[in-house]
Nanobody, 119 residues
């Protein structure tokens, strides 16, 4: 069993920045990949970014490439999502999830954190 707790969401103006954190417990954090996903009102949940277990490789959705950065600190059992140049269309609930590898379907999910970008 894995517990994931996201934090760092909030209200920000367009062009601003936020840093999301996801703290994990219950399994060996460094053994699995992590991902960030988001769900806007009335839309399906979508992929944002993913990172390998070692942190050596990262992958992004085209919509956030160049603006968002995923990273992890295995010593702190935490994965981060640095979001810069935020746009109103980034407004969503953001979720972190564990993955067996970067290509796998997520297995455990956090409860989500709300990000609202005002224009």
């Amino acid at each position: 069993q894995v517990q994931l707790v996201e934090s760092g969401g909030g209200l920000v103006q367009a062009g601003g920045s936020l840093r999301l954190s996801c703290a994990a417990s219950g399994r060996t954090f460094s053994s699995y990949a992590m991902g960030w996903f988001r769900q806007a009102p009335g839309k399906e949940r979508e992929f944002v970014a993913t990172i390998t277990s070692s942190g050596g490789s990262t992958y992004y959705a085209d919509s956030v490439k160049g603006r968002f950065t995923i990273s992890r600190d295995n010593a702190k059992n935490t994965v981060y999502l640095q979001m810069n140049s935020l746009k109103p269309e980034d407004t969503a609930v953001y979720y972190c999830a564990t993955k067996k590898n970067v290509y796998a379907t997520p297995d455990y999910w956090g409860q989500g954190t709300q990000v609202t970008v005002s224009s």
